[in-house]
């Protein structure tokens, strides 16, 4: 919503859009700095049809001159000063790729690196053309993919390796070997809006145990997201470092999932006798099975139970202020031009919209809970569109956007 601006001086839109891109998202100070000049932006008037067109063309070309990787193969680092940090290595096809695919070591309480994963990964890649980034954890600790930032440290990797290369960000993949499993499990499911699909081996989601001490859930924050991401397991029947039962529990809760919203395209591969080995045929087998796959970005029916405070944007919703396990349903309906909603925000949420959702031209309705909030043709602002452009991903920016308080 607009608001009333203290400063009397006219608003400049191409000099804080330009000052919006040039701050870093990924630090605090930068966050602050990003969200203190989008309010600025709001006091300005709606766009029409061709200055969206404008606009948008406007921030891919600022987007594009954003952070990049260098263009080589071999062990590279994130971040130069003050340390060395953030080491990760590339593969694969490093010319002309055609896809990407992000690889995650095994390991645990000090243990593993980058260069297990590669090595796991490059035939594959390179069979496949596919461009490999290999990431090292932060922090060696029993769930590294999840601690010490490391998450955010992938979610960069893969935002300037979009920029760097001419990949189709459609064709993001998640892969990983044992502890590798787990982070493709939770990164994937966080970030289900960013893949085209995943790929987890001999690891599986955080177990939640019953009194009994069995097994009866996973982690919050993963099965109801991956509605619209297909996934291939593997899984060996008498790996001992991580046992089938977590990965069995975790495609039972998938299967519920799928019987309760639809969507939850998986395929359960056990074998038997391989123990905490790599698949039979490796890691080219199990990609071969995914290798055609790519994201929609626009699904018409999405579930989401945001598990980090700093991932607002899931497809076509916005949650400032995402409560961690709260299942939030949305579902397009282009005949009925609806937007339906079941969940319990507790604080307001956003509904992203564009043509490829609603017809814009015509009222909108949106329904929380069965409750009709909004009816009207929503409005495109600069705000909103330079909002969703901040990710650097074409395909999850919108220009409309209404308000819905729970």
């Known amino acids: 919503m607009a608001q009333k601006r203290a400063d009397p001086r006219p608003v400049d839109p191409q000099k804080i859009v330009e000052a919006i891109f040039d701050a870093d998202g990924w630090t ?3 966050q602050a700095e990003r969200k203190r000049l989008l309010a600025e932006l709001e006091s300005l008037p709606p766009l029409d049809a061709a200055s969206v067109t404008k606009w948008k063309k406007t921030c891919a070309k600022l987007s594009a001159k954003g952070p990049k990787l260098e263009r080589k193969s071999g062990q590279q680092f994130l971040w130069e000063k003050p340390v060395k940090r953030g080491l990760y290595i590339v593969g694969g096809e490093d010319t002309k790729p055609k896809a990407l695919l992000i690889a995650m070591h095994g390991g645990g309480a000090g243990a593993g690196d980058a260069w297990s994963a ?4 490059q ?3 390179s069979k496949l053309g596919w461009l490999l980034i290999s990431p090292e954890v932060l922090e060696k600790t029993e769930r590294g993919w999840t601690d010490s930032g490391t998450e955010e ?3 960069q990797l893969v935002e300037q390796a979009l920029r760097t290369w001419k990949i189709d960000p459609d064709r993001v993949f998640f ?3 044992s502890m590798g499993g787990y982070g493709t499990w939770t990164l994937g499911a966080h970030h289900a809006d960013r893949v085209a699909a995943l790929a987890p081996s001999a690891g599986a989601p955080t177990p939640v145990s019953g009194l009994s001490g069995r097994y009866v859930d996973v982690a919050a924050g993963v099965i109801p997201s991956l509605r619209n ?3 291939v397991i593997y899984q060996s029947d008498n790996d001992q470092n991580v046992p089938p039962d977590a990965n069995r529990l975790a495609v039972e809760l998938l299967a519920r999932a799928r019987e309760r919203w639809g969507g939850f395209e998986f395929e359960y591969w056990q074998v038997p006798g391989r123990g905490h080995d790599l698949p039979p045929g490796g890691m080219e087998a199990l990609l071969a099975k ?5 994201r929609n970005p626009r699904p018409v029916r999405l579930v989401w139970q945001p598990a980090l405070s700093w991932k607002k944007q899931f497809y076509w919703l916005w949650w400032e202020t995402p409560k961690a396990g709260t299942i939030l349903e949305a579902e397009a309906d282009k005949v009925k031009n609806e937007i339906r909603i079941q969940g319990k925000p507790a604080t307001p949420i956003e509904v992203l919209l564009d043509e490829r959702l609603v017809d814009l031209l015509k009222d909108v309705i949106i329904l929380l809970n069965g409750k009709e909030v909004f009816r009207g043709k929503p409005q495109a602002t600069l705000e909103t569109l330079v909002r969703t452009a901040l990710s650097g991903d074409e ?6 956007s209404v308000r819905i308080k729970p």
């Open 28 to 30: 605090p100070e930068g």
């Open 153 to 155: 440290f992938v979610m």
């Open 123 to 125: 035939p594959a890649a």
């Open 229 to 231: 991401v297909p996934l």
């Open 290 to 294: 995914v290798e055609k796959r790519q």
């Open 395 to 400: 395909e999850l920016v919108f220009a409309s």
């Open 175 to 177: 892969s990983g070997h």
């Open 118 to 121: 590669h090595g796991e990964y």
